[in-house]
């Protein structure tokens, strides 16, 4: 038979052991630690007046990369791996001259253009939610716009996400 006391010795012990989960080795209270919020590079390719890959990626501070097809990509859909942040910081080097002022969207300038070429807007989002744009079209040619293009073209291999950038014609899809 249980009196009343070894039923508020039960409670009691009970209580004490639920609190001492909240403590760490030290008996000092655990904090939750948050996660750090990652920053993201992404990057939108969009049509052409042919059938170029249309897709979106994008990769975080953390190493995480996204990417998903829309058109004309050998995979369609979403797909996501994980690099290192080494890739991150090697991304956001080869993009940073590139880079509008913080919380700003520019586009960039042209001598020459080129038509039918595809759009491509490139987003900066740091960890306080500050988003940076630059938009720029691929036929919009210079100096200075022709070595970023050699860097988008490069950052489908870059971020590992060739295979399925990869250009695909399909039955039925039409162009742009």
């Given at each position: 038979?249980?009196?009343?006391h070894?039923?508020?010795?039960?409670?009691?012990?009970a209580?004490?052991l639920?609190?001492?989960?909240?403590?760490?080795r030290?008996?000092?209270?655990?904090?939750?630690?948050?996660?750090?919020?990652?920053?993201?590079?992404?990057?939108?390719?969009?049509?052409?007046f042919?059938?170029?890959?249309v897709?979106n990626?994008?990769?975080?501070?953390?190493?995480?990369?996204?990417?998903?097809g829309?058109r004309?990509?050998?995979t369609?859909?979403?797909?996501?791996?994980?690099?290192?942040?080494?890739?991150?910081?090697?991304?956001?080097?080869?993009?940073?001259?590139?880079?509008p002022?913080?919380?700003?969207?520019?586009?960039t300038?042209c001598?020459?253009r080129?038509?039918?070429?595809?759009?491509?807007?490139i987003?900066?989002?740091?960890?306080?939610?500050t988003?940076?744009?630059?938009e720029?079209?691929?036929?919009c040619?210079?100096?200075r716009?022709?070595?970023l293009?050699?860097v988008?073209?490069?950052?489908?291999?870059?971020l590992?996400?060739?295979?399925?950038a990869?250009?695909?014609?399909?039955?039925?899809?039409?162009r742009?």
């Open positions: 038979m249980i009196n009343r070894s039923s508020a010795a039960v409670i009691a012990a209580s004490l639920s609190l001492s989960a909240c403590a760490g030290d008996g000092a209270p655990r904090t939750e630690v948050a996660p750090v919020a990652a920053e993201t590079i992404s990057y939108e390719v969009g049509p052409c042919g059938f170029c890959p897709y990626a994008a990769i975080t501070s953390h190493g995480q990369v996204t990417f998903d829309l004309h990509t050998a369609l859909g979403r797909k996501s791996l994980t690099l290192d942040a080494a890739a991150y910081r090697a991304f956001a080097t080869q993009l940073a001259s590139y880079r002022a913080a919380g700003t969207t520019a586009e300038a001598t020459t080129i038509s039918d070429q595809q759009h491509y807007r987003v900066w989002t740091t960890s306080d939610g988003v940076t744009t630059l720029h079209d691929r036929g040619r210079s100096e716009n022709d070595a293009n050699a988008l073209q490069g950052a489908a291999e870059h590992k996400i060739d295979e399925f990869r250009q695909l014609t399909r039955p039925g899809f039409s742009g």
